[in-house]
């Protein structure tokens, strides 16, 4: 069996990382002066470029693999023991939280905000989440640990990767048509009086696409098609990257796509002086853990929320207010603000660290053990001995 392309795209992982440090400064609403940035304000499109990179490592990691030994239940599970596990845990931590809400209304009557287990934190929507069923269409609002309805997209978004990736030999063409398809469907679902909003199945059907058009970078990668890289080429591709953040065009949503890929094929050759700081070893810790940074944020900023909100009403102290029509953390200068979201950061960063050896190393070392072949033998099939890794 050719094996997969083994190149380890470092300077792509901080990207990953970078953006999401972004999407924590964005969920974390200090009005401070990070509050205004295009970067921050528009830090959706970070979820975008996470999208049209795993589509480009996972064809880089699977594409031989499943082309040459169709292998359904090995990939789920591979696939499966790398997201879900933190998912869990941190799904776990949020339902701990709902249940000491549930305690201090009931003997302390200290309110922390909505009522225990209601609204977007209903049991119905807990069910879906363990099943991550989250992000693919169901519900009308964003439920429980919100940046989890990316990873709910993605993982079902891998099942229509690999059905086209077993067809072998023509699935350049099947990876074509299926941007075509839900290209066109993100430009009639974007629109009125059609528009669908992202939690209503919109994300869903921009993740297929991002994911695909990465795939197909990948493809062109692999051809070759790519000339060797320089810092010039990079410093051309950052200024096209944040332009999508900073400027609005029409069919942006799948302008921006388009443009991370070319971004990404650049980088892909790692060969500018913006690649070697990227593969520098604060930045490279930043992509590793970037995935325990994208869902822990989401989780401490609910415990936050939930005991200033606690502090607030008790002592009558005037932590939040109204900026526009949305409600910020805001007790004081803008710069110091700042300040607190930088400390929240840190915090992030450093707990990232943990959660990544803790949970996300070891799930993904024993869901590696899992013998897959062995069970599934026992059920009365049969298949080669090879297996995805």
């Known amino acids: 069996m050719a094996s997969a392309t ?13 953006f999401a440090v972004v999407i924590v400064l964005y969920h974390f609403s200090t009005y401070g002066y990070f509050y205004d940035l295009p970067l921050v304000r528009n830090a959706s499109y970070g979820v975008d470029f996470f999208f049209v990179l795993s589509g480009f490592v ?15 239940p090995e990939f789920v599970v591979r696939r499966f023991g790398r997201i879900w596990p933190l998912h869990i845990v941190m799904l776990a931590l949020l339902v701990g939280l709902e249940f000491a809400k549930l305690l201090t209304l009931r003997f302390a009557h200290l309110n922390s ?4 287990f209601s609204g977007a934190n209903d049991i119905p929507s807990l069910i879906a989440g363990v099943f991550m069923l989250n992000g693919v269409g169901f519900f009308k609002d964003f439920t429980w640990n919100i940046p989890s309805w990316s990873i709910s997209a993605e993982f079902y978004t891998y099942l229509i990767f690999y059905f086209c990736a077993a067809r072998d030999k023509i699935y350049a063409w099947v990876a074509i048509a299926v941007v075509a398809a839900s290209g066109a469907a993100m430009v009639w679902f974007g ?3 059609h528009k669908l909003r992202i939690i209503e199945g919109y994300g869903f059907i921009s993740c297929i696409f991002d994911f695909m058009v990465g795939s197909l970078a990948f493809l062109a990668f692999r051809k070759g098609l790519v000339a060797r890289s320089n810092t010039t080429a990079e410093v051309l591709a950052v200024t096209m990257l944040f332009s999508m953040f900073f400027l609005s065009i029409p069919l942006q949503a799948v302008v921006a796509p388009l443009a991370f890929a070319i971004v990404i094929l650049v980088f892909s050759r790692q060969s500018g002086a913006i690649s070697k700081m990227a593969m520098m070893r604060f930045p490279q810790y930043l992509g590793k853990t970037s995935y325990s940074i994208y869902l822990l944020h989401f989780v401490l900023i609910e415990f936050v929320m939930s005991g200033l909100r606690v502090i607030s009403g008790k002592f009558h102290v005037p932590i939040f207010k109204l900026a526009g029509d949305t409600t910020v953390i805001w007790f004081g200068p803008r710069l110091l603000m700042d300040g607190v979201a930088l400390i929240f950061v840190a915090i992030v960063i450093l707990l990232s660290g943990v959660t990544y050896r803790v949970i996300e190393e070891s799930a993904r070392k024993n869901f590696y053990k899992f013998d897959v072949k062995k069970l599934w033998d026992k059920g009365g099939h049969r298949r080669p001995a090879t297996h995805i890794e």
């Open 113 to 116: 905000g909505q009522p225990p």
């Open 6 to 18: 083994k190149h380890r795209f470092e300077a792509l992982d901080a990207f990953r990382g970078f």
């Open 191 to 193: 629109l009125p009086p």
């Open 58 to 72: 996972i064809t880089s990691a699977y594409l031989d693999k499943v082309r040459q030994n169709p292998d359904f």
